[in-house]
């Protein structure tokens, strides 16, 4: 079983940056690939980046890509997403995930789940 738990997300005004973190629980952290996805009120969860186990490849949906930066810290069993130039439509719940299988932009591959982290920009 692996436990997420996110942190750093606010209220921020369009143009601003933030970084959001993400904490495993788990001691084979370093075989999971995480991903980043977010949720705002009324809408589907939609991917936002993905990152494999060992951190060489990164996936981006277009409308974050360039703005956004997801890495991981194996040792620390911590994923982040640096979120820069934020937009009022950035606004969100965001969410962190693991796979134990290849990273991927599909929320169903994804077996563990935090409980989210608010992302509020301001315009």
């Known amino acids: 079983q692996v436990q997420l738990v996110e942190s750093g997300g606010g209220l921020v005004q369009a143009g601003d940056s933030l970084r959001l973190s993400c904490a495993a629980s788990t001691l084979t952290f370093r075989y999971y690939a995480m991903a980043w996805f977010r949720q705002a009120p009324g809408k589907e969860r939609e991917f936002v980046a993905t990152i494999s186990s060992g951190g060489a490849y990164t996936n981006y949906d277009d409308s974050v890509k360039g703005r956004f930066t997801i890495s991981r810290d194996n040792a620390k069993n911590t994923a982040s997403l640096q979120m820069n130039s934020l937009k009022p439509e950035d606004t969100a719940v965001y969410y962190c995930?693991?796979?134990?299988?290849?990273?991927?932009?599909?929320?169903?591959?994804?077996?563990?789940w935090g409980q989210g982290t608010q992302v509020t920009v301001s315009s």
């Open positions: 995930a693991a796979t134990a299988s290849v990273p991927s932009s599909t929320k169903e591959r994804y077996h563990y």
